[in-house]
């Protein structure tokens, strides 16, 4: 029997990464966060996988390799927005600390590969030299470093969703993203949602809708159960301006007077349902489902960013939408994964 890859998960969140390498058949053996709900869903969803809930900056890595042994390769997405720079380099101040761990757990551990997730606009943070910086951190640790912004989309989730991507790579070689798969034809909104129900649910009820199209089938998969879909209540008022905002519209459709209720560039935003979603945030809640009134329930944010309905989210309602907001969707993984594999 071929022996699976092992993959240890830094800021792991709910595991969304963790999802997708483990359906390209990957074992994932620990996942590491500082947030309990999302481990706890991370738990629930990764039944033989450990986790340890703690501060990446204050662990030392080698604590984790010594009861870890084996492992093959590094994922995870270390927050870097508060980047501190000086001249051309990243220095050491306490909000590069998180990404330093990163680094640290890659020099210790020495893994075949790494894949670090990241916002987009870390490559042009700084005019380019915090992406330079990352680059030349791992190169000095022996590795080929790959990376490129990729949207989630091409890959078959419901989601113009963007997220720039580090692979890092032994032996000289050098890791190709243009060998993943991207999708013949972009998944709508429509298409990801139309078999969920339009009010709630309680946990564990059955779907009875019919499956309308692929990607349904996909996340339903033998398992024709509903969680997480709880709507929100909004206030009549709200739902009367939702109601005026037709499919794929935004603010701009609503009359002079109520344009500047919300003030956020995004608000009022429709789903288009012959289009992927726009990207789904941690819960701000300005973005409303393509036909009913009301913001899309935990369940469809789920859909949306690729997690299948087996997925069982825990904690508070609003825990569960930064869990989904904050995770990187499993198929992009999945498919990151697949490509990789071969370079093992």
């Keep these: 029997m071929i022996r699976k890859y092992k993959v240890l998960d830094l800021f792991s ?99 075949k590969a790494f894949v670090m997730e990241n916002v987009p606009n870390i490559i042009s943070m700084g005019s380019g030299i915090i992406k330079n910086n990352i680059i030349k951190d791992f190169e000095e640790l022996g590795y080929k470093v790959e990376v490129k912004v990729l949207n989630s989309s091409l890959y078959g989730v419901p989601q113009n969703r963007k997220r720039a991507l580090f692979v890092g790579l032994k032996n000289n070689q050098i ?13 709508s909104s429509k298409e990801a949602l139309s078999d969920l129900p339009k009010d709630s649910v309680n946990d564990g009820s059955e779907n009875k809708s019919l499956i309308l199209s692929n990607y349904q089938k996909l996340m339903r998969k ?73 913001v899309p329930t935990v369940r469809e944010s789920a859909r949306i960013q690729s997690f299948p309905d087996n997925f069982i989210f825990l904690g508070s309602k609003t825990s569960q939408y930064k869990q989904v907001g904050n995770a990187v969707p499993p198929l992009l993984a999945k498919e990151l994964a697949i490509i990789l594999k071969e370079y093992l």
Aim: glycine share 6%.
């Design 222 to 294: 033998s398992f024709n159960l509903i969680f997480n879909h709880t709507i929100t209540n909004h206030k009549e008022k709200t739902i009367n301006i939702i109601s005026m905002v037709p499919d794929g519209g935004n603010y701009k459709n609503l009359p002079k007077l109520l344009q500047n209720t919300r003030k956020v560039n995004i608000a009022w935003t429709r789903l288009n349902s012959n289009k992927p979603s726009f990207t789904i945030d941690t819960g701000h809640r300005h973005h409303f489902h393509y036909l009913y009134n009301r």
């Design 13 to 111: 969140g709910c595991g969304g990464m963790s999802l997708g390498f483990e359906q390209a058949n990957f074992e994932i053996v620990l996942g590491i966060d500082n947030w309990n709900d999302a481990l706890m869903t991370f738990q629930k969803n990764h039944k033989n996988t450990s986790i340890l809930c703690a501060d990446l900056s204050k662990i030392k890595p080698s604590v984790i390799s010594e009861k870890y042994k084996n492992i093959d390769i590094i994922i995870g997405g270390p927050p870097c927005q508060g980047f501190s720079i000086a001249g051309k380099r990243i220095i050491d101040d306490e909000r590069n600390k998180l990404y330093k761990s990163f680094v640290n757990f890659v020099k210790e551990i020495k893994p």
């Design 175 to 187: 890791f190709d993203f243009a060998k993943m798969q991207t999708a013949t034809t972009l998944i």
